[in-house]
Nanobody
Framework: QVRLVESGGGLVQAGESLRLSCAASGSIFSINDMGWYRQAPGKQRELVAKISSGGNTNIADSVKGRFTISRDNAKNTVYLQMNSLKPEDTAVYYC?????????????????WGQGTQVTVYS
């Protein structure tokens, strides 16, 4: 089994910062991309940021310059530092990891998701 556990969400005022963490655990052989997605009420889930195992990042235009993604491969953990938060950043944030489980072929990578953490920004 594989688990992704997120932490760090909360209620903050516009302009403040939050740091989200997501730790993957279980029978993991290797992790490819790790990332963060968000879903606001009535909207589709969207990519916020993702990072490859080598550290290459892809950041959504809406958060570029304010959010930073990083990861600790030794801990199977990905972080999202969110600065200068805006009310429009309010959403449930989901961690994602594309990984290969122990005992499976390298080509059998799959996406796994965390349970989500609420981020609410008020003006």
């Amino acid at each position: 089994q594989v688990r992704l556990v997120e932490s760090g969400g909360g209620l903050v005022q516009a302009g403040e910062s939050l740091r989200l963490s997501c730790a993957a655990s279980g029978s993991i052989f290797s992790i490819n991309d790790m990332g963060w997605y968000r879903q606001a009420p009535g909207k589709q889930r969207e990519l916020v940021a993702k990072i490859s195992s080598g550290g290459n990042t892809n950041i959504a235009d809406s958060v570029k310059g304010r959010f930073t993604i990083s990861r600790d491969n030794a801990k199977n953990t990905v972080y999202l530092q969110m600065n200068s938060l805006k009310p429009e950043d309010t959403a449930v944030y989901y961690c994602n990891a594309n990984l290969v489980r122990v005992g499976f072929l390298l080509s059998s990578n799959h996406d796994y998701w965390g349970q989500g953490t609420q981020v609410t920004v008020y003006s």
